[in-house]
């Protein structure tokens, strides 16, 4: 049709590519690695995604397995009937909800506070102490959680019998549990998370803050009105991320904490896929489980990423 | 130039990523010749090689040689290599199980009699089920498999992962005496799948059956001069005299006092209490409608036994971090061992074992040479006896996954594991290193050091079809069975074995063919089971019946039912409308 109009510019397009490929061929070979990697550990076991729309066997390729009832959907139904699964994905939501409400500022907090210390080494200091706890994994803090709040044996409820005061749940009872789980994960993370945070506020113009002194504003006019718009660009991509993770969770935190005293708040799906796929062998149900999973949670990514860019910010593509 | 070694490297990607998508789909091509790394498609295809064995068997089986030539004088000619599933059992200062003095013993002798090289693998004991669910979906699992979970055999089997083994029982018959011989029809044949007759495991055999006792105390009791107890009642107030008691029993550790421990399993730790509520008439058919929980939850008395629970967590009689520490924890252990707990229950020979670092000779070491659990029965059932339930005469389940393409070697590694000898070398070692030979024959267990610790109670870990003591020489079996726990006194062992026995029923094998309800809802139901249990046992007085009764509406509904329903279904199609099953 316009063949005589394309010709030529296909033509220049070819000895673009060409040109521009001998001067950068050298970058995809280094990118080809990290290719392979994403290629046989995220998008060949894709493939297998299609257990959930199909009855399950050991011994059967995946393209062999005979397809499920209700047109494949039979494990989806069978999920959404689960109260389980629908226990599961409402803890999954308010635990996750609850930890970007709390968690999320808490190292915007953390990384102003220390950007407004003087002494340098007392801030190197706070710093690598508040990193710490990122590098313990949640066995080792469950394990020290459990020294110090277990009903009758923690540190805490010792000292409050002690004093004659009755012994609060911090693990044993639901509501006590999920602060105890929020609180945590605020604890092991705030420090890390500060890092992203304090590195953004290293690139603000050191003038503007001169600028502001000579106007006469305080320091927390200046944190209102210098440092946070500066972030704010990495706050709102940080928040997508997050937000593409509602409905994602990680999975040694929770299990790590559950006990049968507060099961009712503490499974979540990727407990529950653990628990009813790895040990129950139930791999059809829980592969649609997981596949619902992703999807919620790409729709959230898309949506967020949508509105921060209707907001006039970047967004993260 | 460059241009070519770009389009070089550009194929090169190309091939290796179709490769990489290869590995997922080339059966679809039908190539199933071509050797793939994707675990699912090889265990398919040993499965078609071992059927293709099978298929040969009887076509050769002329020639009178039931190896069908693949032993000559009863080994291989060529050096096979199975691997063997061990339970590893953490033990506080134990040996690897997988390779230790008794490893190397099997392995020597495997060697030596089959020219088969053993290699062991060890799975956790205390979460076995799940570890080796994680095997088998891994493909990864031992060509010889051992689980005390039949459903999970069952699961496996109906998905074409484990291997039928009634060909290699009886093809194989004339190299198996010894195995026939110990294990006999009924533990060979107790799985036996009655429409198919398939068989997927092989039952091993429990020497001995006794299973749960109380133990509580005794320096205690002394100590504040109550006497044995011997009715729930008596047990109540004598958790209630430790409980106020505490600074005379632990003086500066009297706030560490804890009358009665249970974890986060209640219904195996409160199973003497459980079982007592049970009617001690309780028919075949209905034992075996509510049979699939082997805690009991849908059996009828179980939530009168919770409710007692109840009050006694209410009532400050029972240790409150129990729910806390999931399988395999060591804390409440270490409570026992320090002396701080004045009764629980648990099988029937808990306190002692684990030699040294059992909890009885910790609290002798500990807390006072006096120091000690007894066991006494003081649960009374309806009718005034002690019903408690016993295990069966089977113990282990031994499975061979499709993965297995050692049949012959794994049945000549059961063969030879259980040979009198091998099985008495196994229990109690060298003399004078594990045990002393006493007048009149019998054996007395010594504490063992450095390598020659054995890991689980007469090794038995090691000695996969038999569990218990079981000596060349049956009468010194019988004599040895009290000092077969080193350093432990024996009359407090004759105690537990005699309250272990006391009204002790076993439950019978049925056999009606698999329930598809169960297949794959063992561990969620489990677990579902565990939590209503500890939910309801600390739940307010008040709204115990509502825990209770909404907890078991949910089991019901999450699957329960519809196996009880299946259960009873099957049980008329198979028996009758006959309550009761002939002895």
């Known amino acids: 049709m316009k063949a005589s109009s394309t010709k030529p510019s296909t033509a220049q397009k070819k000895q673009n590519f060409s040109v521009y490929m001998k001067r950068y061929w050298q970058l995809y070979v280094l990118l080809f690695l990290p290719m392979l990697y994403l290629l046989i550990f995220k998008y060949v076991p894709m493939v297998y995604i299609q257990i959930a729309f199909k009855k399950y066997s050991i011994v059967e390729s995946v393209w062999n397995m005979p397809w499920a009832g209700n047109n494949g959907f039979e494990y989806f139904i069978k999920a959404f009937n689960n109260k389980d699964f629908i226990n599961a994905l409402r803890n999954t939501l308010m635990l996750n909800l609850l930890d970007l409400v709390v968690g999320f500022p808490a190292p915007i907090i953390f990384a102003l506070i220390l950007n407004e210390l003087v002494f340098k080494k007392f801030k190197r200091v706070v710093q690598t102490v508040a990193y710490m706890p990122h590098f313990l994994s949640w066995v080792i803090i469950y394990g020290l959680a459990l020294q110090i709040f277990a009903p009758s044996s923690g540190l805490v409820n010792m000292v409050l019998n002690n004093f004659g005061i009755e012994a609060i749940p911090f693990l044993n009872d639901s509501k006590h549990w999920v602060a105890t789980y929020i609180f945590l994960g605020v604890w092991q993370n705030f420090g890390w998370g500060s890092i992203v945070y304090l590195a953004a506020i290293a690139g603000i113009n050191s003038e503007l803050y001169e600028a502001a002194s000579v106007d006469g504003c305080g320091r927390f006019k200046k944190m209102w009105h210098i440092t946070l718009p500066g972030i704010k660009p990495t706050i709102v991509v940080l928040l997508v991320m997050n937000l593409g993770n509602i409905l994602g969770s990680g999975f040694d935190r929770p299990f790590a904490m559950q006990n049968n005293l507060v099961m009712d708040v503490a499974e979540v799906i990727s407990t529950f896929v653990y628990k009813n796929g790895i040990q129950g062998l139930q791999f059809s149900l829980t592969t649609a489980v997981g596949f619902f999973q992703s999807v919620i949670c790409v729709i959230f990514l898309l949506l967020a990423n949508w509105i921060s860019r209707r907001l006039g910010e970047r967004g993260i593509w | ?583």
């Open chain 2, 1 to 583: 130039m460059k241009k070519k070694l770009l389009a070089v490297l550009l194929a090169a990607s190309m091939t290796l990523s179709l490769a990489a998508c290869g590995g997922g789909n080339d059966t679809k091509g039908g190539s199933e010749s071509e050797s793939s790394n994707a675990g699912t498609e090889q265990s398919a295809e040993t499965e078609k090689e071992s059927s293709s064995e099978e298929a040969e068997a009887p076509t050769e089986e002329a020639a009178a040689d039931p190896s069908n030539g693949e032993l000559v004088d009863g080994k291989f000619a060529e050096t096979r290599k199975i691997v063997v599933e061990v339970y590893d059992r953490g033990n506080d200062g134990g040996s690897d199980p997988t390779n230790n003095m008794y490893t190397k013993y099997i392995q020597d002798g495997m060697m030596e009699r089959y020219n088969v090289e053993v290699e062991f693998k060890g799975v956790s004991r205390w979460t076995e089920v799940e570890d080796i669910n994680n095997l088998l979906a891994a493909g990864d699992a031992p060509d010889i498999c051992v689980t005390y979970s039949y459903p999970t055999i069952q699961t496996y089997a109906a998905m074409g992962g484990v291997q039928d083994l009634s060909g290699y029982v009886e093809d194989y018959k004339e190299l198996l005496p010894n195995l026939w011989d110990f294990l006999g029809e009924t533990n060979i044949y107790w799985d036996k799948e009655p429409s198919t007759g398939a068989l997927y495991a092989i039952e091993a055999r429990r020497a001995s059956t006794n299973r749960i006792a109380t133990f509580v105390r005794r320096d205690w009791l002394e100590k504040l001069n109550i006497p044995e107890p011997t009715t729930r009642q008596e047990f109540e107030d004598m958790l209630i005299a430790f409980r106020d008691n505490a600074e005379t029993l632990l003086g500066a550790d009297a706030d560490k006092m804890i009358p009665f421990s249970i974890s986060y399993d209640v219904g195996w730790r409160a199973a003497t209490i459980i079982e007592s509520f049970r009617d001690p008439d309780i028919t075949d058919r209905e034992n075996y409608i509510n049979g699939f929980d082997d805690r009991g939850i849908t059996q009828e008395g179980t939530k009168e036994a919770i409710r007692l629970l109840n009050k006694w967590y209410n009532d400050n009689l029972i240790w409150k971090d129990f729910a806390l520490y999931g399988s395999g924890d060591t804390t409440e252990g270490d409570l026992q061992k320090s002396g701080y707990v004045g009764a629980f229950i648990g099988n029937w020979d808990d306190p002692f074992r684990n030699g040294e670092d059992s909890v009885q000779l910790n609290l002798e070491r500990l807390v006072s040479p006096d120091a000690a659990y007894i066991a006494v029965d003081c649960f009374e059932d309806s009718k005034g006896g002690y019903t408690k339930y016993a295990y069966g005469s089977t113990d282990r389940k031994i499975f061979f996954p499709t993965t297995n393409d050692e049949p012959l070697a794994s049945m000549l590694y059961l063969e030879f594991i259980t040979t009198p000898e091998v099985i008495e070398y196994l229990q109690i070692g060298d003399e004078g290193v594990t045990h002393n030979k006493l007048e009149g024959g019998a054996v007395e267990v010594i504490a063992a050091t450095g390598d020659a610790i054995q890991n689980s109670g007469f090794n038995l870990d090691y000695t996969i079809t038999c569990n218990g003591l079981q000596l060349v020489d049956d009468e010194a079996t019988k004599k040895s069975i009290a000092y077969s726990y080193s350093g432990i006194a024996p009359e407090l062992i004759e105690k537990a074995d005699k309250v272990a026995n006391t009204d002790a029923r076993s439950s019978k094998n049925v056999q009606v063919g698999t329930i598809e309800a169960e297949e794959g809802i063992g561990t969620a139901l489990g677990e579902k089971r565990d939590i209503i249990y500890d939910n309801a046992v600390i739940a307010p007085v008040d709204s115990f019946d509502q825990v209770w009764d909404d907890g078991v509406a949910d089991y019901l509904k999450s699957g329960g039912q519809a196996i009880m329903d299946e259960r009873a279904e099957k049980w008329v199609a198979t028996y009758g409308d006959v309550d009761m099953l002939p002895e």
